[in-house]
């Protein structure tokens, strides 16, 4: 698919800022193929709803997409040693690119991370410095000057242009207008999610899900101003990969331009969603990745008409008991 190319800016009156446009998209997305896994739409009986099971992806989750784009352009750049914060996910994902590519990987994780993301982490090569969850940000800065080594934010401009893939593969996938469904941690994928959605076809309806008790990004899209929510009050959800407390600077340029809506979800209601990816397709999901899914069973009537697609970003999850226990 040919996506076309437009230049974004910030309202008149505010400083330029460089946004990430369809070309960056198409270029990420030819230059990572080769690392990645083809990840399909998989129908949900008896329902509009589609998945893309990005939790098919190497490292489990779709932030390979981003990471690799990124590091693939430090090593071409000469960058010997990359860092980056995570919940668990990207640090995975940054570690697993700078393995492919030759790089030194060192990941800040919170002391809440789930102990498989941690041990993925080490063993795809990473050094793991362990900090309490609000101190994540500081403390990667602080180590990346003191390393030398290149910071990979988790909605760095080529981490959002390398994310972009998702949407285009939706657009490929399934014909006519679609509403796509994405998780929102601090907004990275679904900023390019949106940027190529909206280029292949502007009647593609793109919308954010948060959970409930983690719903900076929502309070944001309401306001028109991106809005901190405090570090104790994110950290209650079980979706452990959305818990930013806001969204990030760049991500929200993107996503006040082009997306359409944000969602929030229940506890209850995320839980009963893996459950249902599992014995429904056999899926295993994050609570992060099923937040889009347990979407549309609360508001799916409330979306535009025809076919609905939900992104799964992640299938890291602990096996204990039932398959989506974690």
């Known amino acids: 698919m040919t996506l076309t190319q437009e230049t974004g800016t910030q309202e008149t009156g505010a400083p330029e800022t460089a946004l990430v446009t369809a070309a960056d998209v198409s270029a990420a997305a030819a230059r990572i193929a080769p690392f990645l896994r083809g990840t399909p739409l998989l129908p949900l009986p008896g329902e509009r709803l589609w998945i893309k ?34 919940s668990g996910n990207h640090a995975q994902a940054v570690a697993y690119a700078a393995g492919r590519r030759g790089l030194r990987a060192t990941v800040v994780l919170p002391d809440t991370a789930p102990e498989l993301k941690v041990a993925a982490a080490r063993r795809l090569g990473a050094e793991v410095v362990i900090t309490p969850p609000a101190l994540r940000e500081d403390t990667c800065v602080a180590l990346a000057e003191r390393l ?28 006519g207008p679609v509403t796509i469904l994405v998780p929102v941690c601090n907004g990275g994928l679904l900023a390019g999610v949106a940027v190529a959605a909206k280029s292949a076809d502007p009647a593609i309806t793109v919308i954010g899900v948060e959970p409930e ?16 929510w405090p570090v104790h009050e994110t950290y209650r959800t079980s979706a452990d990969g959305l818990r930013a407390p806001a969204l990030g600077e760049l991500a929200w340029e993107h996503i006040r331009r082009y997306v359409d809506d944000m969602l929030t979800v229940s506890e209850e209601g995320i839980a009963a969603a893996a459950d249902l990816l599992w014995t429904s397709l056999g899926e295993r999901a994050e609570p992060s990745g099923a937040v889009t899914t347990a979407a549309y069973l609360a508001h799916g009537s409330a979306l535009p008409p025809g076919p609905v697609v939900a992104v799964l970003t992640g299938g890291n999850v602990a096996v204990s008991g039932a398959p989506n226990a974690g």
């Open 213 to 228: 008790l983690a719903a900076d990004g929502a309070a944001s899209f309401r306001s028109g101003r991106r809005t901190a």
């Open 53 to 86: 099971p990005e939790n098919r992806q190497p490292t489990g989750s779709f932030k390979v997409r981003g990471a690799m784009n990124a590091v693939g352009l430090l090593a071409e750049r000469g960058v010997e040693h990359v860092i980056a914060q995570s």
């Open 148 to 175: 030398g080594a290149a910071l990979i934010r988790s909605d760095a401009f080529d981490v959002i242009a390398g994310h972009g893939g998702v949407g285009i593969d939706i657009a490929d996938q399934m014909a």
